[in-house]
C-alpha cells in the first residue's frame, strides 16, 4: 500500500502545520472539482486521520520504523490493513477540543486543554457550592460546645474555629426539623440588635405554629419543657421570656451557649427562604473531623 506521507505528499519528517496544509490543500483541489474517485478521497482523509494525530502518528511511526506489515489495500490507509484497524485511522474524535484545535501544533493543543480543564474544575467546585455544599467557619462561641470557635475569644474552647460544612439542597427535600443546626441568613435586625448580621449558624428550637417562651433559662414548647443536652452547664442564662407563637413560615433559633448568644430572642423567627442548610459535618481541624 502507498505509504501515508507520500499520499499526502509531504515527508516523514514534516511538521504537523504541514501535513494539515497539505491535507487542506488536497481537501480544496477535491473541492474545485478534480475528478477524483471516492477511494481517492477517503484515503486522504484516512491518511490525516492519522497523520494529523500526534499519539496515532506516533504510532504508525514506530510500527514503521519496526517493519510493521503493512499490506497493500486499495483506497485504505490503516496501520496493518486491517478491517479494525482501518476503521481507526478514519475515526474523528468527539471531544469538541479536539475538533476545535485540530491542526493546531501540539504545544498549543496541550495548552488549550489544560486550561479548558482548569475552568472546567472551577466551574465545578462554585456549582458545588451554590447548590450542593459549602464550607464556613465558626466565628463566635454561642454554639459551644457543640461547635468550637478559637481562644483567646470570649468563651471560645478549640486552638483552631472550627471549618463546617452545610447541606444546601436537603431542605429541598425535607422539612427542617427541630434540634438541626442550620446555616442561615438573619433577619435584618440582628444588626441592630447584635452588632452583626448575615450569615449565622444556630440550632432550631421552634417550628412554624408552636408556642416558645422561656423561664429561668429553660425552653417550653408548647407548655412542656424541652430537653437539651446540649445545652451545657454554666452556658444556660437565667432569663424569662413570655410565651410567643411562632409565625407560618418561620423558625425560632438559639445558640447552644446561651448566656453568650444572640439570637432569635433578639432578632425574632427567620423566614423559611433564609434557610442556607443544615450543618452535616466538621472538616477542621483534624481532631474535629466528624460527622453532626
Known sequence: MRDLYSVLGVPQDASSGEI?????????????GTPWGADRVRE??????????PDRR?????????????????GVQ??????????????????????????????????????????GAIAIVLAIKAWVVNPYRIPSSSMEPSLHCARPANGCLGRFS????????????????????IVFTTPALAVERCGAGGTFVKRLIALPGETWEER?????????????????????????????????????FMGDNRVQSCDSREWG?????????????VYWPPNRIGFR
Open 78 to 119: 490503516g496501520l496493518d490493513g486491517r478491517p479494525e484497524q482501518r476503521a481507526r485511522a478514519g475515526r474523528r474524535s468527539w471531544n469538541p477540543v479536539d475538533r476545535m484545535t485540530r491542526g493546531l501544533p501540539r504545544p498549543w493543543r496541550v495548552g488549550i486543554d489544560w486550561v479548558v480543564t482548569i475552568v
Open 20 to 32: 494539515a496544509e497539505a491535507y487542506r490543500q488536497l481537501r480544496r483541489d477535491t473541492d474545485s
Open 269 to 281: 423567627a427567620v423566614p423559611r427562604a433564609n434557610l442556607i442548610g443544615e450543618v452535616f459535618a
Open 216 to 252: 429561668n433559662g429553660f425552653v417550653y414548647i408548647n407548655g412542656k419543657r424541652l430537653a437539651e443536652p446540649y445545652v451545657k452547664g454554666g452556658r444556660r442564662d437565667t432569663r424569662t421570656v413570655p410565651p410567643q407563637t411562632i409565625p407560618k413560615g418561620r423558625y425560632f
Open 44 to 53: 486522504v482523509d484516512d491518511a490525516y486521520g492519522v497523520l494529523g494525530d
Open 58 to 74: 506516533a504510532s504508525y511511526d514506530a510500527q514503521g520504523a519496526v517493519g510493521a506489515v503493512r499490506p497493500e489495500a486499495p
Open 162 to 181: 472550627d471549618r463546617v460544612l452545610a447541606n444546601r439542597f436537603g431542605y429541598h427535600f425535607k422539612e427542617p426539623s427541630r434540634g438541626d443546626i
